[in-house]
């Protein structure tokens, strides 16, 4: 591996700090300090996503060390007049203190500072406390949703008692201010557990408040969408008995697997109706169609950039649903234990591991796919390929302003198709008119 490639400008790099950001801007009356130098600080806000900077804005601050800071107090004093300024504020009902390099590397102990601070202000504090070296924001998601699960539900020996008629609840963990498209996944995601009887709880973090928090180990199932979430997901089954799985339904086969799993964690029936194929023709009729009638499926191969819980899912979609060949698949962060060898038993024929830019750039290039489902950092390195489809982040060439094109579920199955659909007929009109 080519280990320079990290200096070029398509594979933006991230770090832990940001994936404590992105968990923590979910929480609508939690505020953030940045203990550490203002350069940090920038760099740290620069490489955030717009919606994470838009959420988080008027409930973050800055210590802004300086050299005399560093040399002489670690600028202790400069931290406890941000906490008593941040406590001030009325709709801020939890502080969080993260570290950056420079306040790591001197040893200001933050959580000393916040245990004496604590007693003088209403809000409770968490620290996390040299979290941004490691270049993978994976690791902070997973620690910072870990914290706050901790923080909100204790551990206990009690036996929690079941809710008895009604609506079963369910929490979704993993979907923070980054995630692509969670709006309108959401809303099919809530579509499919009611067919079920369930009800959402709260999304751990992408929109929820300190208040949902504590109302999360009342839940009878937890929904884990990527593998950061697993850690926190475990301690609720571990401490209150909350059944989980793990994974996103994609695809239509992969959508009735996924009901089917949520339904005996639950111990509920799944509905036998649960989508209408009105569609007049076949799938590889449209296909047929659209292409002029080119054999399409031994040409038309495909390459995916994904996280590893969407993984299994977009892999059924693309091989059973819509039986193209994939060539090759990215992940994009590091799957947890037995994850690799389930997705290569698919019959994916390569897998890469969070590639450096410079190896899977060569990797597109040698395999040359028809269709590239991925974000916009894939786009960058391969448009010469036809097909694009955004299916993550991240996806700055991409607006997700309505709720109605999801990629999960039945709706998403239709949303995607309808999308591969629209951009053929595209690419095969722009070639027979030589566009």
């Known amino acids: ?37 203002a350069g940090c600080n920038f760099y740290e806000l620069a490489t955030a996503s717009k919606r994470t900077r838009a959420l988080i804005y008027n409930r973050f601050a800055s210590t802004g060390l300086e050299q005399e800071d560093i040399a002489l107090s670690g600028g202790e004093e400069k ?30 102990d933050i959580e000393a500072i ?85 009800e959402v709880n709260t999304v751990l973090t992408y929109e929820t408040t300190t208040e949902e928090l504590k109302t999360v180990s009342g839940a009878d199932i937890n929904i884990v969408t990527r593998a950061a979430g697993l850690k ?30 949520v339904a005996e964690a639950v111990k509920k029936e799944v509905p036998n109706s649960q989508f209408v194929n009105d569609r007049p023709f076949s799938f590889h009729h449209y296909i047929e169609m659209i292409s002029g009638g080119e054999f399409y499926q031994r040409t038309w191969t495909v390459a995916v950039s994904c996280s590893p819980a969407a993984a299994k899912g977009l892999v059924q979609l693309v091989k059973e649903d819509w039986c193209l060949p994939l060539e090759a698949i ?40 028809f269709i590239l489902m991925g974000s916009a950092e894939d786009t960058t390195l391969a448009k010469e390929v036809p097909i694009h489809l955004r299916i993550t982040e991240p996806a700055y060439d991409r607006f997700s302003i309505y709720e109605g094109n999801p990629l999960v579920g039945w709706e998403g199955y239709q949303s995607l198709t309808q999308d591969l659909f629209n951009q053929i007929s595209r690419y095969t009109f722009e070639k027979k008119n030589h566009v």
């Open 1 to 37: 591996m080519n280990k320079l490639s990290r200096l070029s400008s398509v594979f933006l790099p991230t770090n832990e700090y940001l994936g404590i950001l992105w968990t923590l801007a979910g929480v609508k009356d939690a505020a953030v300090i940045n203990h550490g130098t």
């Open 79 to 108: 931290l406890r007049a941000a906490i008593k300024e941040i406590a001030a504020k009325d709709h801020v009902s939890l502080i969080a203190i993260v570290a950056n390099p420079v306040a790591s590397l001197i040893g200001v």
């Open 114 to 198: 916040a245990k004496e601070e604590a007693p003088h202000i209403k809000q409770p504090i968490l620290t996390f406390n040299n979290k941004v070296w490691k270049i993978d924001a994976e690791n902070g998601v997973e620690e910072a949703l870990y914290t706050l699960i901790r923080f909100h539900c204790p551990e206990t020996s009690e036996q929690r008692a079941r809710s008895v008629g009604g609506a079963l609840k369910a929490n979704i963990i993993g979907p923070t201010a980054e995630t692509f498209n969670w709006g309108a996944d959401e809303k099919e995601m809530k579509r499919l557990l009611a067919l079920i009887g369930i």
């Open 232 to 261: 926190a997901a475990r301690y609720l089954e571990e401490y209150y008995s909350i059944p989980y799985i793990y994974g996103l339904p994609y695809g239509e086969k992969g959508t009735k697997e996924w009901l089917k799993q």
């Open 330 to 369: 990215r992940l994009t962060s590091s799957p947890k234990a037995d994850e690799l060898e389930e997705i290569e038993t698919l019959g994916v024929k390569r897998v890469f591991v969070t590639p450096e830019e410079l190896e899977w750039k060569r990797v597109l290039e040698e395999i040359q796919p």
